[in-house]
């Protein structure tokens, strides 16, 4: 490590010091809440913001990583509960008026039951009508918020999947990396030995043709008179 690397590692340190009672006040009291309660959804969106900036600064893109992907993941959520919050109430705001309109219909009933029979059918069969648009309305506006919350869910899920492949593809790539310079070693070691065997070879022909000679010489000095 380089020496002006040293401050950087240090706080990164004291960072994780100072985070580690914030992990245990989430794991001992926000994890018990509901996982989309603005309490929760606010304190995991407060601990990303700071990771994300914590993790910039220090130059700790793990960190920073996490910290965005937590703050997109409570801001995804917090979107999700306003939807549903206030599909609820416009369901609830539908309901009320159907009970209105019912208790109106009765009334009209009662008012007009000696005078025109007929005339309350219609406004039952208005009613009934006014009661089926809304529960409709209030349906298909269910379905919207559960479709917008599965697409947020679904977005989350590919974006942890495609950095689980970007962590996949960094290992493949070292794995082959490290393959590549064993064999270009074991290749020139196989080389080296090839080379070596060919000169003890070599100097075994010249010792044999040596000896051959010597030995030449030393008959015909012997066959001499």
Do not use: C, W
Not at 52 to 64: F, K
Not at 131 to 148: G, L, P, S, Y
Request: cysteine-free; glycine content about 2%; proline content about 2%.
């Amino acid at each position: 490590m380089r020496i002006t690397e040293l401050p950087i590692a240090v706080l990164r340190f004291q960072y994780q010091l100072v985070r580690t009672p914030l992990e245990l006040i989430e794991d001992r009291v926000v994890s018990r809440m509901g996982a989309e309660a603005p309490a929760r959804l606010f304190y995991e969106r407060s601990l990303g913001v700071l990771d994300a900036t914590v993790g910039s600064a220090l130059g700790d893109p793990r960190l920073e990583r996490r910290g965005s992907a937590l703050v997109d993941r409570s801001d995804a959520l917090s979107r999700a509960a306003q939807l549903e919050e206030t599909a609820t109430q416009k369901k609830a705001k539908a309901d009320a008026e159907l009970a209105a309109s019912r208790e109106k219909v009765v009334e009209d009933r009662d008012q007009a039951h000696e005078a025109k029979k007929q005339g309350v059918e219609e406004a039952r069969a208005e009613a009934e009508q006014r009661k089926r648009a809304a529960a409709e309305e209030a349906r298909e506006r269910t379905a919207a918020t559960k479709r917008q919350v599965d697409e947020v869910a679904a977005r989350r899920t590919n974006a942890a999947e495609e950095i689980k492949r970007n962590e996949q593809a960094k290992i493949r790539a070292a794995e082959q990396k490290v393959t590549a310079a064993a064999d270009s070693k074991l290749k020139d070691a196989q080389a080296k030995r090839d080379e070596a065997e060919s000169k003890r070879a070599q100097a075994n022909r010249v010792e044999q043709l040596a000896d051959v000679e010597k030995q030449n010489r030393q008959a015909k000095r012997a066959a001499k008179p």
